[in-house]
């Protein structure tokens, strides 16, 4: 009986957020009407729910990517613009390897236990990462809203259709350039080493690169931020390199960062 009640409530949520969708089939297999039940625990669907009534979003339009810690959702605001929502999955993550991200981060210092802690903790880290580029100029999706474990924020591309990453991209020297240079703005601007600097997190479009993906990112007090930076250099430098383009010396590169 209870059960029932519960899943009517689900189902009428799932048609208040996601009934303006246009679209049947969501993307990636997900059946509309399905996605709740199937997706999301229900503190996530109370928080998308309070996020419509607080009108910082309009509705969801769906998924656009997921991965194993966190789904990437479509959604519109009052004024039609595209919203993109990072959802961190509580039930299916796996955060300990995280750990070492987060520990150690002066701006962290206060760890709470448990699993949904620790999701909402990360969440908030790369709210404030995003936050702490884009109040420094660096190319990032501009952070709008932070609630539990949804991210709200710009969605980079067109018609819910994610902007291409590096990796999908044709490349020239002058994207090389361009991703060095943001590694130095993060190190001096933002005071920032990301963490997983790659060509899977970096968008390329018309007005260059945009760098996404920030939950692991560490402040330059963190004690393993210099290895964390020697590692996103020779990555990035191993991409282009592969491509074919004219590279520096990575390790002149950190050189001349740290020095
Ligand atoms: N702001 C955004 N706008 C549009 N699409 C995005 C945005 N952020 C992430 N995505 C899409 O979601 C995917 C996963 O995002 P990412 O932040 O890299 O999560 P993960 O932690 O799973 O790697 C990206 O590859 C991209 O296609
Ligand atoms: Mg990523």
């Not at 998308?48 to 910082?56: E, F, G, N, S």
């Not at 509580?90 to 955060?95: K, Q, R």
């Not at 404030?128 to 580029?133: A, D, E, P, V």
Request: aromatic share 10%; hydrophobic share 35%.
């Amino acid at each position: 009986m209870q059960n029932d009640v519960s899943r009517k409530l689900e189902s009428k949520l799932d048609e208040i957020i996601f009934s303006k969708s246009r679209k049947k089939q969501l993307k990636d297999g997900f059946k509309k009407g399905k996605v709740i039940n199937e997706v999301l625990d229900k503190p996530t669907v109370m928080t998308l729910y309070k996020l419509i009534t607080d009108h910082i979003i309009a509705f969801v339009n769906g998924p656009v990517s997921a991965g194993k810690e966190s789904v990437l959702f479509w959604a519109v605001n009052d004024n039609n613009e595209n919203i993109a929502l990072k959802i961190y999955l509580v039930s299916t993550s796996n955060f300990k390897k995280r750990e070492a991200y987060i520990t150690g981060d002066p701006r962290f210092s206060r760890l709470k236990k448990g699993t949904k802690n620790l999701v909402y903790l990360w969440a908030k880290k790369e709210f404030r990462n995003l936050s702490q580029c884009y109040d420094c100029g660096i190319p990032v999706p501009k952070p709008i809203h932070l609630s539990n474990n949804v991210l709200v924020m710009e969605f980079i591309g067109k018609n819910g259709s994610p902007s291409k990453q590096l990796l999908e991209s044709d490349i020239y020297e002058k994207d090389y350039h361009q991703a060095i240079s943001i590694i130095k703005q993060l190190y001096y601007d933002a005071k920032l080493v990301h963490g997983d600097y790659s060509e899977y997190n970096i968008f390329k479009t018309e007005n260059g690169l945009v760098l996404f993906d920030l939950g692991s990112a560490v402040d330059l007090r963190h004690p393993n931020a210099k290895e964390f930076l020697k590692r996103d250099i020779n990555n990035i430098t191993r991409f282009f390199s592969k491509r074919g383009i004219t590279v520096n010396d990575p390790k002149k590169v950190l050189e001349e960062i740290i020095s």
